[in-house]
């Protein structure tokens, strides 16, 4: 049975078998069955921290800024984001324009990468954001998780939300 949770503010455990459905606004996430996650909700977004393999995936949405055709405004996104040596990719997600890209940080000796899915839902003037976080050592992991994560995530717009969900 699926399950769907409203928690306005909570950091929760999550297991594979649990299979709940969480909603952010207009997104609604089910955890994949390969991953167990502790999840915390941040107004407008959840982070989903894995222990094994150790990643951050996180889930957003937000107001979209400017008024470009889509692609000019996620190219603008990406290009003011990309810190990555891949180039930034034109794709889909959810059936909407996306581009894909990758930000290395390095603060210190620790670096870590971020791989950025974000799409635009033009008619609804909003941006969808899965975001990856993951260290060098779990580089082989990320496609993988990628594909996953990106099957989980259900994207509903027209659907009333019941309680505040930021």
């Given at each position: 049975?699926?399950?769907?949770?409203?928690?306005?503010?909570?950091?929760?455990?999550?297991?594979a078998a649990s299979q709940v459905a969480l909603r952010l606004g207009p997104l609604e996430v089910t955890v994949p069955k390969q991953y167990s996650a502790t999840v915390e909700r941040k107004?407008?977004?959840?982070?989903?921290?894995?222990?094994?393999?150790?990643?951050?995936?996180?889930?957003?949405?937000?107001?979209?800024?400017?008024?470009?055709?889509?692609?000019?405004?996620?190219?603008?996104?990406?290009?003011?984001?990309?810190?990555?040596?891949?180039?930034?990719?034109?794709?889909?997600?959810?059936?909407?324009?996306?581009?894909?890209?990758?930000?290395?940080?390095?603060?210190?000796?620790?670096?870590?990468?971020?791989?950025?899915?974000?799409?635009?839902?033009?008619?609804?003037?909003?941006?969808?954001?899965?975001?990856?976080?993951?260290?060098?050592?779990?580089?082989?992991?990320?496609?993988?998780?990628?594909?996953?994560?990106?099957?989980?995530?259900?994207?509903?717009?027209?659907?009333?939300?019941?309680?505040?969900?930021?």
């Open positions: 049975m699926l399950r769907c949770l409203l928690i306005p503010t909570a950091l929760i455990a999550v297991t107004g407008t977004r959840l982070d989903f921290t894995i222990a094994s393999p150790r990643l951050t995936v996180t889930l957003l949405h937000a107001p979209r800024q400017g008024t470009d055709n889509p692609w000019t405004q996620l190219d603008t996104i990406a290009q003011e984001r990309h810190k990555g040596t891949a180039e930034v990719k034109r794709t889909q997600w959810l059936g909407l324009p996306a581009v894909l890209y990758r930000i290395d940080e390095k603060k210190g000796s620790v670096t870590t990468h971020r791989l950025v899915l974000a799409a635009l839902d033009d008619a609804r003037d909003t941006v969808l954001q899965l975001e990856i976080a993951f260290a060098p050592s779990e580089a082989g992991e990320v496609q993988k998780a990628l594909q996953h994560w990106t099957a989980a995530v259900r994207y509903r717009p027209q659907e009333p939300t019941i309680g505040h969900d930021g």
